[in-house]
């Protein structure tokens, strides 16, 4: 180094400028739990509902933080000598998926308030699901593999202590060791993967990954492939995509059901994230590698998925959940479609699986707000024991109804049409045929489970002869006062369900625009 260059040097920042606006929304879940968990040390056991309320205020204020974030051109720790290569960069990706995050993780809070006064500890239950919700929050910014994986492990390691948090409750317990072999399993593969491709590229950053994979030398190009590959499994595992699927439905009954409605939107949001950034950002050159994989892994996911839900006997005990849990693997092979034609296509604009993501984010959430809301006095949660609710419960049963129809694709749920019609058409787009097609089928035969389970909800209850109101009357079960904030719960995705099917250009706007 000569003495003309040094002065150079030595004026090179060496601390890093925290851009904390750009974090605030992660960042204010976080500073939430700790000191949830803190305070609930000092708070006495009749004043525990308060930790769940500022739990939720605490989520409002974080998306709230989203408003000026809107214009998406901030980053944060930047390299000094490179500052346009960051570890977290607040994008129009990144703001939508929190927004999703936090937007589902407030919904699960609403329901889970009346769980935590009698079933669960509610100290470490709000502090778990705060940090998962900011890990989660944190993943759709990360712009380096480091950052992804700290971020992925951050909204994974607490779920796994939420699904097992009823304590003596075997099932609970089973259901969290199965979710933590699973995802132990699929991490370690993960790891392995990131290494191969940190050995190869020589950098974690997604940006400089994508540039070094297009020139990797002839005798790492094999090692090349096996860290795409290896790196995909990872994430393949928190869409319960197929065959890291086995976990879902023994977990979400084991699980509370609050918890339950957070891993199917929130766990699932968090893996096609990430599947997202490392296929689309840093993994493009590798296309002929991943695209294949993906198109497969969204071919047998929906068709596993749906022909299983198919299969649930309305009259077992815990069939509602099943059926929720094996639905979710379907719509997850739908939302792993637009990742697979962005392969073919080279267009990153894959916003069908985030307007999809998010209309299906609402309306899962809806339809487990009521499931929670049933199982206030039907514990068995069987679909049988919708039957008749529209005669107890009016306004609930046709909320249920219209979540389901939107799950399934039909008026009046024209959101879950309009969502479907956007990943076929990213399908067709790209020359994928033979998966439109298989879509097409699958869309078919979920139409019979979610009709199923909608027709039972206005079949007069067992017991009642038709056209005999008084027989009815007598055969509906006690009626008891619903909790206000579950009510909330499924009158605000309801709103928002509605919302989206009068306008649905709210979400499938994001399919024709570049979201980084």
């Excluded at 998306?63 to 570890?87: E, G, H, I, Q, Y």
């Excluded at 299906?360 to 809806?366: D, E, F, P, R, W």
């Excluded at 869309?443 to 109101?469: H, K």
């Excluded at 027989?471 to 719960?489: H, I, K, M, Q, S």
Aim: a positive charge.
């Amino acid at each position: 180094m000569t003495l003309a260059a040094a002065p150079q040097v030595l004026a090179a920042p060496v601390v890093q400028s925290v851009d904390w606006l750009a974090i605030a929304p992660p960042a204010i879940a976080a500073v939430a739990a700790l000191l949830i968990l803190v305070a609930d040390l000092f708070v006495a056991e009749r004043k525990k509902a308060f930790l769940g309320y500022a739990a939720i205020a605490s989520l409002v204020v974080a998306v709230v933080s989203l408003l000026p974030l809107r214009k998406a051109d901030r980053s944060t720790f930047c390299l000094t000598t490179a500052p346009d290569v960051c570890s977290y960069t607040a994008d129009r990706f990144t703001l939508v998926i929190q927004f999703l995050v936090l937007g589902g993780a407030l919904v699960t809070a609403l329901i889970s308030v009346t769980e935590t006064r009698k079933r669960l500890p509610a100290g470490e239950y709000w502090f778990l699901l705060l940090s998962s919700a900011a890990g989660a929050a944190l993943l759709p910014g990360a712009r380096d593999l480091a950052t992804l994986v700290v971020a992925l492990e951050v909204a994974s390691l607490p779920a796994f202590a939420l699904v097992g948090l009823r304590r003596g409750d075997r099932m609970s317990s089973e259901a969290a060791l199965k979710f933590f072999l699973s995802s132990v399993t699929a991490t370690a593969v993960m790891l392995l993967g990131v290494s191969f491709v940190y050995a190869t590229t020589g950098s974690l950053h997604l940006t400089r990954i994508a540039s070094r994979m297009d020139d990797v030398p002839g005798q790492l190009d094999t090692l090349a492939q096996a860290g795409v590959a290896l790196t995909l499994v990872g994430f393949a595992f928190k869409t319960a995509a197929v065959p890291f699927h086995f976990w879902v439905p023994d977990t979400y009954v084991g699980a509370p059901l609050p918890v339950a409605a957070y891993l199917s939107v929130i766990g699932k949001a968090v893996g096609f994230s990430g599947l997202i950034l490392v296929t689309v950002i840093a993994f493009p050159s590798h296309a002929d590698v991943w695209g294949p994989a993906v198109a497969v892994l969204a071919a047998l996911t929906m068709t596993a998925g749906n022909v299983a839900a198919v299969r649930q006997s309305p009259t077992r005990a815990n069939s509602a959940v099943r059926l929720l849990a094996w639905s979710s693997v379907g719509q997850a092979g739908y939302i792993l479609v637009p990742i697979a034609a962005a392969a073919w296509s080279g267009d990153v604009r894959i916003g069908s699986t985030v307007a999809y993501a998010l209309m299906y984010a609402v309306v899962n959430l809806g339809a487990f707000a009521v499931v929670a809301l049933v199982a206030r006095t039907k514990p068995l949660n069987r679909i049988a024991d919708y039957r008749g609710l529209y005669a107890t419960r009016p306004v609930t049963a046709l909320a249920l109804a219209f979540f389901l129809l939107c799950l399934a694709g039909l008026p009046p749920g024209v959101i879950g049409l309009f969502a479907k019609v956007t990943v076929f058409s990213a399908a067709v787009d790209a020359g994928l045929g033979w998966l439109a097609v298989v879509m097409a089928v699958n869309v078919v035969i979920a139409l019979y489970y979610y009709l199923q389970w909608t027709a039972q909800l206005f079949r007069a209850p067992e017991g009642a002869a038709e056209g005999a109101p008084e027989a009815l009357e007598g055969a509906a079960p006690a009626r008891r006062r619903a909790p206000a904030l579950v009510t909330a719960a499924i009158a605000l995705t309801a709103t928002a369900g509605v919302l989206l099917s009068g306008w649905p250009q709210l979400v499938l706007r994001f399919a024709a625009v570049d979201l980084f």
